[in-house]
């Protein structure tokens, strides 16, 4: 059982950067690949970015690709997700995930934690 907490998230004005941290415990974090998501209100779950067990591996939602960076350090037990010219639409509550199997970038996730609320003004 691993235990995921997210942090980072707050106002950011449209343009900016925001990095994204999840840390994880009880367990090592290299026993898993390690996923963002992201969900506003009225709106479906979506797929932000995933990175593979040793980070050799990384696959992006459309709408991250190009501005966003998933990164992770197993020695310290934290995946990141940089995020770059930040728009209104990226706001949302920001979930990191954490996958026991999968390949391809196509993940089965077990684990979650509570997210981290990323507003972005215009």
């Known amino acids: ?20 941290s999840c840390v994880a415990s009880g367990d090592m974090l290299r ?3 390690m ?3 992201r969900q506003a209100p009225g709106k479906e779950r979506e ?3 995933v990175i ?6 990384t696959y992006y939602g459309d709408s991250a690709k190009g501005r966003f960076t998933i990164s992770r350090d197993n020695s310290v037990n934290t995946v990141h997700l940089q995020m770059t010219m930040l728009r209104p639409e ?15 970038g196509n993940y089965e996730y ?9 507003t972005v003004s215009s």
């Not at 077990?110 to 990323?118: H, I, K, R, S």
């Open 47 to 49: 797929f932000v970015a």
């Open 1 to 20: 059982q691993v235990q995921l907490v997210e942090s980072g998230g707050g106002p950011v004005q449209a343009g900016g950067s925001l990095r994204l």
């Open 35 to 37: 996923g963002w998501f």
């Open 110 to 118: 077990d684990y979650w934690g509570q997210g981290t609320q990323v």
């Open 90 to 104: 990226d706001t949302a509550t920001y979930f990191c995930a954490a996958a026991t199997r999968g390949w391809g």
């Open 31 to 33: 026993r898993y690949a």
């Open 52 to 57: 593979s067990w040793l980070g050799g591996s």
